[in-house]
């Protein structure tokens, strides 16, 4: 970004541009047009990618790494060439740094198990955070199952922002690793992650970063935040479901063994003896999902082209009109109200649960999620079973904001106090 | 619209607002829990049957209007029954509320229980309505453990 350039707010056409490349917000629910604010869950898809995907398989579909003949090697450069794309959206130093994953949980379950399980000793400690969704505490209470090691959590404030404090004390000497979220899905919260990297980095700890909420609304910068691992995942950034990324650098990829065994991750196979191949390929066992990796590739050309800065202040603008829409509620109480946050609004309402909420909604063409967001340890936290959660993305805009209102307006009407 | 009528019925306000039995039930010698991990509705139920009649029953948790209400309604449903009727009257409720939405469907024997018909066009709140029946088969079966609707 040109910082001399000032960045506004983007206008209403060049939203409803935005939207125009979105294929499926023409589609109507229930007899209304469709609102969709379930952004955090998964983001559509712009036809760029619907046609990347399409053209992969009309004109390019063949096995990757295998075959002399032509087809073969367009789709494996075409799959090299979406990793290298992968490796400049969030600025590895190299594509050797990329691993595909099936997503962001296939991506954290590699580390512990190929990083951190190795390394493990009874008593040593593992560090995550109390915002945490499932896909990253689960993979840790598993891999301390294996080795005896402990997993300690690092308390939220009642707004929802991490106890920094906190963390600096549980940051001990027998901390192995940290994991926690760039931004939390359940919260919105964002963290100050930099900060956070440098201070476990004082005390030798490698860092690991659930990308999973961030990648589509914040710049991600993994040489100058200096993480060890990211980990996201596509459909998060309106890229196909099925794939995603573990970046890694290279220097701890190459001292970590293969965690799945199989075709493509070899170099050399006796039933004496099997030569692994080299990173990143290494972690790739068995035919991947190629046409996955070329509409990802595709996603972070389109957000590339519209600039994340400015669909960031776009999603901040929205997140402001909703917040101050539903603060004035009186019969709404947001969960989640850090000063650093993403576009995600998480509530319930004293007139109904939140299941009760996200039917009504639904019938009026809003599409939001209802439940405990995959983060039940944070709905303990702030002893609700489960809330309504609004999420936004580049191609929503205030009318959007407006349409869930109004149906929160039904719901007083159908569930009066 | 009218859609949510048909779901959202008095009767079901009625049993959200005021759930009947909403309490434990002392002496209770059959108990189980039921979670549905959707939408976080968590019931507990107990159930005092004597030679076997279903003397008493009660049920204790958090919902959603649907769950509580189809919750409350069974547990009015079933005080008095034979454990043989309370078979046969979880299997007509199943039927009810699973069956696809664009055929008619018996109401035959379900009395009040019939107003919870509406969810068969809200397939994701069908569970909401089963979980207080499912729980109902394990508190019968003594299996210990939550019952999840998953």
Request: with cysteine; hydrophobic share 45%; charged share 20%.
């Amino acid at each position: 970004m040109n910082l001399l350039e000032p960045v506004g707010i983007p206008d209403a056409q060049t939203v409803m541009a935005w939207r125009r490349d979105f294929p499926i917000l023409r589609e109507s629910v229930h007899g209304q047009p469709l609102v969709y604010l379930d952004n955090a869950a998964t983001t559509q898809k712009p036809a760029s990618v619907i046609a990347a995907e399409q053209a992969y398989y009309e004109h390019d579909n063949a096995n990757v790494h295998r075959g002399v003949h032509l087809l073969s090697q367009r789709a494996t450069d075409a799959y090299e060439g979406a990793r290298a794309r992968i490796a400049r959206f969030i600025h590895a130093a190299g594509e050797q740094e990329i691993v595909y994953t099936r997503g962001t949980t296939e991506a954290i379950n590699l580390v512990a198990q190929s990083f951190a399980r190795p390394r493990l000793q009874p008593g040593d400690e593992v560090l995550i955070t109390a915002m945490e969704h499932h896909s990253n505490i689960v993979p840790w209470q598993l891999v301390c199952a294996q080795t005896g090691a402990v997993l300690k959590v690092v308390p939220i404030d009642d707004d929802g922002a991490l106890d920094v404090d906190a963390y600096e004390r549980m940051l001990g000497a027998s901390t192995r690793i940290v994991a926690l979220a760039h931004a939390s899905n359940a919260l919105g919260t964002v963290n100050p992650v930099a900060r956070l990297i440098e201070l476990a980095h004082a005390r030798g700890v490698p860092v690991l970063i659930d990308g999973a909420q961030a990648i589509a609304h914040l710049p991600v910068d993994v040489s100058t935040l200096d993480c060890d691992f990211y980990a996201f995942s596509g459909h998060k950034v309106y890229g196909p479901t099925g794939i995603g990324a573990l970046y890694a650098k290279a220097a701890l990829l190459e001292a970590m063994p293969p965690w799945q065994g199989g075709g493509d991750m070899i170099r050399a196979v006796t039933f004496e003896k099997t030569e692994y191949n080299v990173i990143p390929w290494r972690f790739e066992a068995g035919t991947p999902n190629i046409a996955g990796a070329i509409g990802l590739a595709a996603a972070l050309d389109y957000v590339s082209a519209i600039g994340l800065e400015v669909a960031q202040r776009h999603e901040a603008d929205l997140l402001a009109y909703a917040d101050d829409a539903l603060r004035a509620h009186p019969h709404v109480r947001m969960i989640g109200t850090a000063k650093e946050k993403l576009g995600i609004v998480s509530f319930v309402m004293d007139n109904a649960h939140a299941h009760d909420i996200g039917t009504i909604l639904d019938q009026c063409g809003v599409a939001v999620r209802t439940g405990h967001h995959c983060a039940m340890p944070v709905m303990a936290r702030y002893g609700v079973p489960a809330t309504v959660r609004a999420s936004f993305a580049l191609y929503n805009t205030r009318a959007d904001v407006d349409a869930l209102l109004d149906g929160l307006a039904r719901v007083q009407e159908m569930f009066p106090l | 619209m009218s859609d949510l009528r048909e779901l959202y019925q008095e009767t079901i306000f009625d049993h959200y607002r005021r759930p009947r039995n909403c309490h434990a039930v002392p002496g209770a010698n059959h108990c189980a829990e039921g979670y549905n991990p959707l939408c976080g509705d968590r019931i507990t139920l107990y159930l005092c049957i004597e030679d076997g009649v279903v003397k008493d029953v009660g049920f204790e948790g958090a919902g959603c209007a649907i769950a509580t209400a189809s919750a409350s309604l069974m547990t009015e449903a079933l005080k008095g029954r034979t454990e043989a009727e309370v078979e046969a009257l979880f299997e007509r409720f199943h039927a009810m509320a699973t069956a696809p939405a664009d055929r008619p469907v018996s109401n035959e024997g379900l009395g009040k229980l019939a107003v919870l018909a509406g969810v068969r066009e809200f397939p994701a709140r069908i569970k909401c309505a089963t979980l207080a029946w499912h729980t109902l088969h394990a508190a019968l079966r003594d299996e210990r453990g939550t019952v999840s609707t998953e």
